[in-house]
Structures are given as structure tokens and as C-alpha cells.
């Protein structure tokens, strides 16, 4: 799930757009200058701005929507013309100018104001693979994560119902086992199979990640494991079948929560050195109360993230 919020408690978290009016979408993105491009993914056709507005930065993210069913008919019209760009054979490829409406939209993401580690987080990336011990984890990358790690008052606000609370796809009010499932930020439609994402946040605030888990949280876990696969189903009419069901390690923030993501959805969040399957996990927890406290987890760090820094100056100095 990919928000955040600064230290103010600024949120990533905006109405969405069928619930905004023309006025309040124009007082969102307007009059904000171009500081520099951060990203661009060609095969996602997203891209991502560093903007500045009343000498605060921001971060905006543009997404090509998906195709709706009216473009084949579009696109094979009569009326219709193209360039060729390349022929070889029975295999040639064209530019073809449509006007279909749904398919020139652009999903727009604004999170404003941001800080420095937003501005890191949406640039581009210089991998780095880590493995990261226990004894590394409790001397250096815990500490930094408690110190470091983006504000979560936006995940306080969704679970106290100030936020969202319209989204709400099923919750367990429990203080120990019980959790609110949302949709992801950048989930484009629910009701799709091919791209349903959604997060169950937990609503227990003293775990932060996968590493803070044994076997006396497996009831949390397959009670957000039950109740959201019967809740998506029950809404949705896709089973388990279809979703994959993950933890992030490192995750995007540090409070405790579960991705329910369609099978189809592919990127760098379901790589191999970053999710985890909660059925996995739970298995690991059954065999091993302890097992994520002792196991080395190997993941990806960017060059340009500050926790690179840490594991620059304590890590890979000892090393040498």
C-alpha cells in the first residue's frame, strides 16, 4: 500500500475522484510548478513529478487508465486512420490516435505536502540487494525505522473512521484480532478482477512489521485472513483463488498490514525478495513461534534511500 503522510500528518489519502466536484478537482492540481521528472515507468505508462506550490513540494503520479470495451470498435472503424511505424512480414506496428474518452483519462495521484522521503521514495531507483541478519536488524535497521519511519497518522485516521470510512470493504472492531480493509491507494477498480488491490490494516498499533511476529499473533492473522476473503468474496464475487494475500518486508510503512492483490497485478511489490504469502507466514509461525525474529530476510534497498546510509556506515564498513 503506498502512502504516507508527513510529520504535520498530511495525507496521501484524498477523496476519490467520482466523490469530488469539477471545482474541488481544479483547486487540487492546479497552479503547481514543474520542480523536475522523478520517474517513469514505461511499461506500468506511469510517470512521476516532483511539483512545488506555495513553497511546499509535492508529489504528483500519472497513470495511463486501463482500455474500456468501446476501443476495439474505435480502433476498426473505417474512419480510423494510422501511421505505419514498422512492417515486416504479417507483423507490422502502427500510431493510432483514438478519442475515446475513458482511454485518454489519467489517473492522477497528489500527495501534498510532501517531504524529503516521499521525493525518495518516487525517484528513480539504484537497487541494492541486503541481507539482513537479526543481529543487524536489532543493532541498526530497527532503530532507524523507529526513529526514521513516515508518520502513520493517516492509518490512525482510517482506523478511528476519520478517514475513509466510505471505503471500508470489512473491519473486525477487536482490539487484538480485529483489522479495516480498504481499498489501495492506487487501486483503479474494485470491481475488476484484473486490478482489485486492496490492504487490511490492523488495529493493534504495537506491531510494526513481519518482524514483530509470533506464534501468539497466528489468531490476528488468520482472523484478517478469514474475514477479508469472505468479505471480498461476498462484495466482489472473486475468491481466493484469484488474490494473492502477502506482507511487504521492508514495507512502505510501519504498521502492521496484509495486501489482498489480484493474481493478475505484477511490479516490483510482488517480487520475490519483498513479499511474503500470509498463508507462508502463518505455516512459518505454526512450525516456529520465533521465526521471524531469528530468520535473515534478504530484500531490496535503493542506493538512494537513507537507509542505505545506515547500512553504508555500520554494515558494509564492518564488513570490510
Request: aromatic share 8%; proline share 3%; net charge negative.
Amino acid at each position: 500500500m503506498k502512502r504516507a503522510s508527513d510529520s504535520n500528518g498530511a495525507s496521501e489519502s484524498h477523496p476519490t475522484p467520482e466523490k469530488m466536484s469539477k471545482t474541488e478537482l481544479s483547486d487540487q492540481l492546479s497552479n503547481f510548478k514543474l520542480v523536475k521528472q522523478l520517474n517513469c515507468h514505461n511499461d506500468t505508462k506511469t510517470i512521476f513529478l516532483q511539483v512545488e506550490k506555495e513553497e511546499k513540494m509535492g508529489v504528483i503520479i500519472l497513470e495511463k487508465q486501463p482500455f474500456d470495451d468501446k476501443i476495439a470498435e474505435e480502433v476498426l472503424s473505417e474512419d480510423l486512420r494510422s501511421q505505419v511505424v514498422f512492417s515486416n512480414d504479417i507483423y507490422s506496428t502502427h500510431k493510432v490516435l483514438v478519442q475515446s474518452k475513458a482511454t485518454n483519462e489519467i489517473k492522477t495521484t497528489l500527495i501534498y505536502p510532501a517531504i524529503e522521503r516521499h521525493i525518495l521514495k518516487y525517484s528513480a531507483k539504484d537497487p541494492f540487494v541486503f541481507e539482513e541478519t537479526p543481529q543487524l536488524y536489532s543493532d541498526f535497521v530497527k532503530p532507524f525505522f523507529e526513529k526514521e519511519a513516515l508518520n502513520c497518522q493517516w492509518v490512525y485516521n482510517i482506523l478511528e473512521k476519520k478517514s475513509e470510512s466510505e471505503r471500508i470493504i470489512c473491519e473486525d472492531a477487536d482490539p487484538q484480532i480485529g483489522f479495516v480493509c480498504v481499498p489501495d491507494l492506487r487501486a483503479n477498480d474494485l470491481s475488476d478482477v484484473q486490478t482489485f488491490h486492496a490492504v487490511a490494516i490492523v488495529n493493534r498499533r504495537d506491531l510494526m512489521s513481519i518482524r514483530d511476529l509470533n506464534a501468539s499473533h497466528l489468531d490476528l492473522l488468520r482472523n484478517v485472513q478469514k474475514l477479508c476473503l469472505k468479505g471480498i468474496k461476498e462484495k466482489f464475487s472473486f475468491g481466493k483463488e484469484k488474490l494473492r494475500v502477502f506482507l511487504h518486508y521492508q514495507p512502505s510503512f510501519y504498521h502492521l498490514h496484509i495486501h489482498f492483490a489480484s493474481i493478475h497485478i505484477q511490479g516490483t511489490h510482488v517480487q520475490v525478495e519483498r513479499a511474503h504469502l500470509l498463508s507462508d507466514v502463518i505455516q512459518n509461525l505454526e512450525m516456529q513461534s520465533n521465526f521471524y525474529q531469528k530468520k535473515t530476510m534478504t530484500y531490496v534497498v535503493n542506493q538512494q534511500d537513507p537507509l542505505m546510509e545506515v547500512i553504508r556506515e555500520n554494515v558494509i564498513t564492518e564488513a570490510e
